[in-house]
């Protein structure tokens, strides 16, 4: 049976190749090529090291379209974007599935750290679950997907590697957007658009400071310093005022959230659902919810509050390890 694997080189799309390979899979591998002449080349090196087929597509003009622009301009509304989010079901799982039919290829596989079992996907490993990652996805990509990392932790990826002698056994994990492969996020967006000026920042109403760009903060994030001898966080940014409102710890914490754009990954609940959220990618808070689906906005109502939930970032449900979807937070 074949499968097209995301393939980059790295150790994870290295290890998930021969895990599908001794799985009796025939393996052939995409690699999305965004300009990185070196990172080409590194993929294209270790695929055929490995025996493996590669396909190379050019997915600057998409990626542009369907990442970077949204992606700059959610910073430019005052959110928090995540680029991986964006990425995963518009381009990197699009492609993938279309390289798929084309082959006449049953499954479509990542190395993401996450399971994928009869049509669903559930949490991986707690110490590097991905699943939060996947929110987006349709099902029909969903139900294609096959993901060899679903039960391993990173430190057993790398020892698999190192045991088969795959040269990507000790290359570092690529932590980095890829399309701001310096980091430098606030100069990849003053080349891209002109960047709101200094504003002010509010406490309860009245303006206590200047801040340099509201692009330069996010909800949740401390600003720097005391004032009046407490620490103050960032509880919301408003872009047509051009303010970044500041709040007490205590104050950053909320019950109830909504999620636009939400993408279900099970039929649509037509009554108040019961489950558990992330607001982020950490692992550590996942209350309880009641979830109300009203057209495409979702209403959360936690039974503990959620630490600053940040719009434009996303509102990621599960039903104990499954993952139900995921839409963008809202300050609607």
Known sequence: MKVVLGFSGGVDSAVSAVLLQ??????????????????????????????IPLTVLDVKAELEEKVCRPFAACYLRGETPNPCILCNPGMKFKNLLALADELGAEKLATGHYARAEGGAIYKGRPSNDQSYMLCRLTREQAARLILPLGGFEKVQTRALAAEWGLPAAHKPDSMEICFIPDKNYIRWLSERAELPGPGDFLFHGEVIGQHEGIFRWTVGQRRPGLYEGRKLYVSRIDAAQNTVELALWEELFKTELCARDFSWLIEPPKEPLRATVRVRHTK?????????????????????????????????????????????????
């Open 22 to 51: 001794r799985a009796g899979y025939e393996v052939h591998g995409l690699y999305l090529d965004n300009a990185d002449a070196a990172a080409r080349e590194e993929a294209e090196s270790a695929a055929a090291r490995m025996g």
């Open 284 to 332: 550590w808070e996942e209350p309880p919810c009641t979830v109300t689906a009203e057209g495409d906005l979702v209403r959360i109502v936690c039974g503990t509050p959620v630490r600053a939930p940040a719009p434009g970032q996303s509102a990621v449900l599960y039903a104990g390890d499954r993952l139900l979807g995921g839409g963008f937070i809202t300050n609607a």
